[in-house]
């Protein structure tokens, strides 16, 4: 077994972070900041309402298509003995307000911007794929405006 210098890069890792960085850049870029750990936030609150409200062969198909590293928030505390969780559009507002640390009021503005980003980055089928598992009224509310 060779030794390996301490502090060495390691390109995948160092590929993952770009990457996922690229995304949350892109997130804030719709949202109109620059806060790049708000748009994280919001990111991960949106990926989290969304996941538990899939199916676990919906979730798992729209996971592939994650960057790895947000692949990882995606499922981080997913439990899929209970999913998918049946919320209405104003539980899901609240839902996902409350992990972005928003006001359910701003919800449709920002819900729709991830939307609206994760567009440009994903293919289309699979998050229409994705949408198409919600309710009308939830699918309204991501909807990009």
Known sequence: MSRVAAGRPIP???N????????VRDVAE???TE????AYRVLRAWLHAL???LTVPAAAHFGAQLPELLRGVFYEGWNPSRVPVRLSATEYAEHFAH?????????PKIAS????????????????????ELP????ALLRPA
């Open 12 to 14: 995948a890792l160092e």
């Open 51 to 53: 996941r538990d409200r």
């Open 136 to 139: 009308a009224a939830v699918r």
């Open 30 to 32: 719709t949202l109109g």
């Open 99 to 107: 992990e972005a640390g928003v006001s359910p009021h701003d919800v």
């Open 113 to 132: 911007a991830v939307t609206a980003a994760l567009g440009r980055r994903m293919s289309e089928g699979q998050l229409r794929k994705a949408m198409d």
């Open 16 to 23: 993952a972070t770009r990457l996922a960085t690229e995304w």
């Open 35 to 38: 806060d790049t750990p708000f």
